[in-house]
């Protein structure tokens, strides 16, 4: 079982749409939750970044934190075509051997059409 | 501003080729990392530096080695190309601090056939 899960979709909605994409993790030593964003053929770059439990809003984006359910979630509202890409979810723990390797998910492929 | 330099952008080689990937950062940061990236596989940890000087291995190392040349410097190598090392290679570089957060080269697409 990999330490991160996340479907990959691929996920399609219309312009507009609120789109919830989740991960599930395994290591409660996680303790920094992020969403990196990837274009079709560019490397990711981080969307946003989230400590512990709780929620972070920025613009159209909230991600949540659950650390009781080790589940975490990116929302996005009003989804625009440029939303188009793959998001990939992030985590890392705060210490020991690894400590800033980041684990990822699979990434969830999203298509925002007009 | 350069950040995440990766060399080349596109290689084709022939089973049982050897290459080397360079890639370069001007961020200072410590650790380096090399992944491949397949679809529906998402990102996957080949090797890993956390500092200048050590090298570790990641989720899928085998037929890969890694240099770190320096602090800059992480170069990933295949010594007899397979085709199952098709792939995207992606460097990334970040601070060795718990929030972290990594800077991704463009990406180096390889076909081996």
């Known amino acids: 079982q990999k ?6 979709g691929p996920l399609s909605v219309p312009e507009g749409a609120i789109v919830s994409l989740n991960c599930t993790y395994s290591n409660s030593a996680f303790q920094y939750f992020m969403w990196y964003r990837q274009y079709s053929r560019k490397g990711p770059e981080l969307l946003m970044y989230t400590y512990s439990s709780g ?33 990939l979810c992030a985590m890392s723990a705060s210490g020991g051997s690894t400590l800033g390797r980041l684990y990822f998910g699979r990434g969830t492929q999203l298509t925002v059409w007009p | ?22 890639c370069a950062q001007d ?12 679809p529906g596989m998402g990102l996957r940890l080949i ?6 000087g050590t090298t570790d291995k990641g ?12 602090k800059r410097e992480f170069s990933l190598r295949l010594e007899s190309a ?20 990594a800077f991704f080269g463009q990406g180096t697409r390889l076909t081996v056939v």
């Not at chain 1, 972070?56 to 188009?84: C, H, M, N, W």
């Not at chain 2, 792939?87 to 957060?101: I, K």
Request: charged share 20%.
């Open chain 2, 27 to 38: 961020m200072n940061h410590n650790s380096m990392y090399w992944y491949r990236q397949d």
């Open chain 1, 55 to 87: 929620n972070k809003e920025d613009g159209r984006f909230t991600a949540q934190v659950d650390k009781s359910s080790k589940y975490i979630s990116l929302f996005i509202r009003d989804s625009q075509p440029s939303d188009s890409a793959t998001y």
């Open chain 1, 3 to 8: 330490e991160v899960e996340q479907d990959p």
């Open chain 2, 82 to 101: 397979a085709p199952s090392q098709t792939s995207v290679y992606f460097c990334a570089s970040s601070e060795r601090v718990p929030n972290t957060e």
């Open chain 2, 47 to 52: 090797y890993y530096s956390a500092s200048e």
């Open chain 2, 1 to 22: 501003n350069a950040g995440v330099t990766q060399t080349p952008k596109f290689q084709v080689l022939k089973t049982g080729q050897s290459m080397t990937l360079q």
């Open chain 2, 59 to 70: 989720e899928v190392p085998n037929g890969y080695n890694v240099s770190r040349l320096n």
